[in-house]
């Protein structure tokens, strides 16, 4: 009877043993961790793969190109079916080619520190999310740490994230409404942590025209002295990055102010309204939403457009705050 | 085509006529508000809400959110004002079935997950501001489980050049908020993923 419950004992500490193994392996980092160690590795890590991306019935493959030579950080970004779009980066200089074979050159925003925003979400998680660790998944053949990251109201996304175990690299994200739905998904299918890339496959290609979006001095511009001012932001959200950036061939410059809660981030535009009648208006298009709205001042007329990852209700009640004033005339 | 549904509607009025109309009203509004209806019912049923019939379905809709267990979907009074702006729109345009992408209904029932490109939804340009959404003024989402982020196209093709400009406006922004989020907000390849798939995407509607 002894040796019995004996047996039984053994058998079930062996088999607890056994189903520890795996996850004794790596006890889970803490959610911050995983969130700074997250941030990092995409800007740190040499890497190539092939990702899907699916937001509703609409599904995109695209491959990605990663790699740190010399210092410098390289990253392509391919379109693989239907028409080809890229995303090429050199260091701080972007460079997009779109379908119709022109490409956009973004160079590097002037007095603003790239690393800002990603060093406050290490130093603290956005207090406006609940963050838990909910096991271990599997995706692209890998270890995953799955991670919810829940709002704490209904102003902004809330996000599923697997994270690789080995690299710290997001293997797949979801952004999800309040009712738990998914508004788009990005998985990686395929990744090579040692693709051992070289500075030619980073290339552009010949372009039949170029545009570029150069950074504008805005202290000697009439529309740097404009003030963006807002009465309502949603909790946590801060004013994170702004420049005042002219399109090639265009006649006025567009300023742009980034805000962020350190997860989720819109950017506010400011225009002269353009030639052609824009009305006041919304667009969505997955989470992504724009809104436009006319501001009339005694300097003219001016055109705001909001574009983020937020609620369509946050967009509207944050516009509807927007206020904009002419430091310079105040200053008279 | 519309001779086959007046005769489809003849056909079902009478072997309906038992019931009055209230309660055919109620019956056809609930069967809408379960996703019952068929694809071309909802056009229909969306075409001819009588703004009492709106009212109804809003109410139902919240009470059914509630009694789920749903937090109620915060559609705001301005976003289904733009809905009916739309469908009033459509009543008076070519059949839907004519032009199949255009067909407001059909890509409002299917919600914003299969709309590709950017879908342009205006509010009245008599209001100044847009209409705020307060917690108390929420109102249904008017289409069923699936379709709280309705996107609504109520541009008609003849003023797709100007569209097209703004679409050269919109991807330039588009551009340079993707760039902040994608270097700032730790999601990375998220941000350069959504616009590559945008671009794409963009020119294939």
């Known amino acids: 009877m002894l040796y019995r419950v004996l047996a039984v004992v053994v058998m079930c500490l062996s088999a607890f043993a056994f189903a520890e193994t795996p996850t004794q392996k790596q006890a889970a980092p803490s959610p911050q961790q995983l969130l700074q160690e997250m941030a990092k590795a995409v800007h740190d890590r040499d890497f190539s793969g092939r990702l899907v991306y699916v937001r509703g019935n609409d599904m995109s493959t695209l491959e990605v190109l990663h790699a740190r030579i010399d210092g410098r950080e390289y990253e392509r970004l391919t379109h693989l079916d239907g028409k080809l779009a890229e995303l090429i980066r050199h260091g701080e200089q972007l460079v997009c080619v779109h379908p119709d074979k022109t490409i956009t050159r973004l160079g590097g925003r002037a007095g603003v520190g790239p690393l800002a925003m990603q060093d406050q979400l290490a130093r603290s998680l956005p207090e406006q999310y609940e963050i838990k660790i909910d096991g271990q998944g599997r995706v692209a053949g890998r270890n995953a740490w799955m991670m919810h990251v829940l709002p704490g109201d209904g102003f902004r996304y809330g996000y599923r994230l697997w994270i690789d175990t080995e690299s710290y690299l997001m293997l797949r994200s979801e952004l999800v409404n309040e009712k738990g739905q998914a508004l788009e998904r990005l998985e990686f299918i395929s990744l090579d942590l040692s693709p051992n890339l070289k500075v030619e496959q980073f290339a552009v290609p010949a372009a039949i025209a170029e545009q570029a979006l150069e950074p504008v001095d805005a202290s000697v511009h009439p529309q740097g002295r404009l003030k963006l001012e807002t009465s309502w932001l949603p909790d946590g959200f801060v004013a994170a990055a702004g420049d005042l950036r002219l399109t090639s061939g265009e006649q006025s410059p567009v300023s742009s102010r980034a805000f962020s809660d350190g997860l989720a981030a819109f950017t506010v535009f400011v225009e002269r309204l353009p030639e052609q009648n824009v009305q006041d208006g919304m667009s969505q298009m997955g989470p992504t939403v724009a809104l436009t709205k006319r501001f009339t001042e005694e300097d003219g007329e001016w055109l705001v457009t909001l574009v983020g990852e937020v609620p369509p209700d946050t967009a509207l009640k944050v516009v509807a705050g927007l206020s904009l004033s002419n430091t310079l005339r105040d200053g008279e | ?205």
């Not at chain 2, 068929?38 to 019939?53: A, Q």
């Not at chain 2, 709309?115 to 989402?141: F, M, T």
């Open chain 2, 1 to 205: 085509m519309g001779d086959t549904m007046s005769a489809e509607n003849t056909n079902a009025d009478a072997t309906q006529n038992a019931m009055t109309a209230e309660e055919r009203n109620r019956e056809t509004l609930s069967a809408l508000l379960d996703g019952e209806t068929s694809e071309l019912e909802t056009r229909r049923l969306l075409r001819d809400l009588s703004d009492g019939d709106a009212a109804q379905l809003a109410r139902w809709q919240l009470a059914s959110d509630l009694m789920q267990g749903h937090k109620a979907a915060p559609v705001s009074e301005s976003f289904n004002a733009g809905l009916m702006a739309a469908i009033q729109q459509e009543r008076h345009a070519r059949p839907a079935w004519m032009h199949p992408v255009a067909s407001l209904a059909v890509a409002a029932s299917v919600a914003v997950a299969t709309v590709v490109g950017w879908q342009y939804w205006e509010y009245s340009s008599a209001v100044d501001k847009p209409a705020l959404v307060s917690n108390d003024n929420r109102l249904p989402r008017l289409l069923g489980a699936d379709a709280e982020a309705v996107s609504l196209s109520i541009r008609s093709q003849a003023q797709s050049a100007a569209l097209q400009e703004e679409q050269e406006r919109m991807d330039a922004m588009m551009v340079r908020h993707s760039e902040f989020v994608s270097r700032h907000s730790g999601q990375g390849v998220m941000a350069s993923a959504r616009f590559v798939s945008q671009e794409a995407k963009k020119d294939e509607k």
